[in-house]
């Protein structure tokens, strides 16, 4: 499949990319103030190893939200 610009794309599948990117960054941030507001104490491993891995789209923020909050 060949890769299609941005104005190749239907009106829906723009609505898809955008709205996922929206989610991204929502997503992002809301792991960011949350590992900024939380103690080291609850959060597994160094906090300061969690703010590279929440830049890796979209598996960052999950795994955050999964694995790296002890409460």
């Known amino acids: ?3 299609k610009s941005w104005s190749e794309l239907t009106p829906g599948q723009r609505r ?3 709205a996922g990117a929206v ?3 929502i997503l ?3 792991a960011a103030v949350d ?3 939380r103690p ?3 959060v597994r491993g160094p906090k300061l190893l ?3 891995a929440l830049v890796v789209q979209p598996v960052g923020p ?3 939200f999964a694995f790296g909050r002890l409460r």
């Open 1 to 3: 499949m060949p890769n």
């Open 16 to 18: 898809v990319i955008a």
């Open 23 to 25: 989610i991204e960054v």
């Open 28 to 30: 992002t941030a809301a």
């Open 35 to 37: 590992l900024v507001r």
């Open 40 to 42: 080291a104490e609850q």
């Open 50 to 52: 969690w703010v590279p």
């Open 62 to 64: 999950i795994a955050y």
